[in-house]
Each structure stands twice: as structure tokens, then as C-alpha cells.
């Protein structure tokens, strides 16, 4: 296909020559033939490449990463928890796991070292995290996930 492109060009930039030629020396110019073709040639090749240059105009979706993401390097771990509120945050419907993990990170955090688990004083409600709930799954907003990991690292 490019080559046929180039072809019409060369095709067309003979006829554009010979028109020249043609009407320079009807009007008793006198051209030079070797500058009139050097002048169409170097026309007919700016033209063709100006117009390849700007022919595809449309959308290219190849997107260069200047970061490399979390997801390739890093801790395991955090890129686990990354994707469990990536997933959260993009399903359909409301799912209990990012709740239930952040309940599990809470409970961790309020337990105290050399205390058994089972026998761990109850705190009070008032101290409790407020996203400590066993109700129906909802979707957390991105400032409530915020919020209860905050409170979490102050536990």
C-alpha cells in the first residue's frame, strides 16, 4: 500500500513537471529543466510526507507508564490489600470482603500482647471502630475506607 502511494506520487509528480514545462515554456519563460525538476520533486516529497504525517489522526491507546505500578514490585502482602480495594471499589455488587478483612486488622490491632485472645477485656462501644458491624454487605466510599484505616493505625 505504500509503495502504490509512493507510485502516485512519482506519477503525479511527472504530469505536475511535464504541466509545468508545458506552460512555462508557452509563456516563453525559459525554464531550466533540472531546477523545475528538483523543485517538483522536492514539492511532491514534502507533500507526501506532510500528508502521512498527518493522514491517521485517530486515537492511539498506547499509553507509556512513566512509574512503574505497585502491582510489579513491592511488598505481597500490599499489593493483596491493593487489589481488595481495587476490587471493592469497581464490583457490581456490594461484597463483604473488604469489610470483613478491615474487621480483622481492627481486631488484631485492639488485641494486647500476652493477653489470650478469649480472654481480651471488651472495649467499650464508644471506643469501638464504627465500621465493626455484622449486618448486610455495603459498598464503603473511598473516605469511609480512609477513615476506618485511620482509626486503625491509631488503635
Given amino acids: 500500500m505504500i509503495a502504490r ?8 509528480g511527472a504530469v505536475a513537471y511535464a504541466a509545468l514545462e508545458v506552460g512555462l515554456e508557452l509563456a516563453q519563460a525559459d525554464p531550466d529543466p533540472v531546477r523545475l525538476a528538483l523543485l517538483v520533486a522536492g514539492s511532491v516529497a514534502v507533500l507526501g510526507l506532510l500528508r502521512d504525517a498527518l493522514a491517521d489522526g485517530g486515537a492511539s491507546w498506547d499509553i507509556e507508564v512513566e512509574r512503574p505500578s505497585l502491582r510489579e514490585r513491592g511488598d505481597p502482602r500490599l499489593r493483596q490489600y491493593l487489589g481488595l480495594l481495587e476490587a471493592h471499589l469497581a464490583a457490581r455488587t456490594p461484597d463483604p470482603a473488604l469489610r470483613d478483612r478491615l474487621t480483622l486488622l481492627a481486631t488484631r490491632a485492639l488485641q494486647r500482647p500476652g493477653i489470650e485472645p478469649g480472654t481480651q477485656p471488651e472495649t467499650p462501644p464508644e471506643t469501638q471502630p464504627a465500621w465493626l458491624w455484622d449486618g448486610p454487605a455495603r459498598r464503603l466510599t473511598p473516605a469511609e475506607i480512609d477513615r476506618c484505616l485511620t482509626q486503625i493505625e491509631e488503635l
Avoid at 502511494?5 to 503525479?12: K, S
Wanted: charged fraction near 40%; proline fraction near 0%.
Fill in 5 to 12: 502511494r509512493w507510485w502516485r506520487r512519482l506519477v503525479g
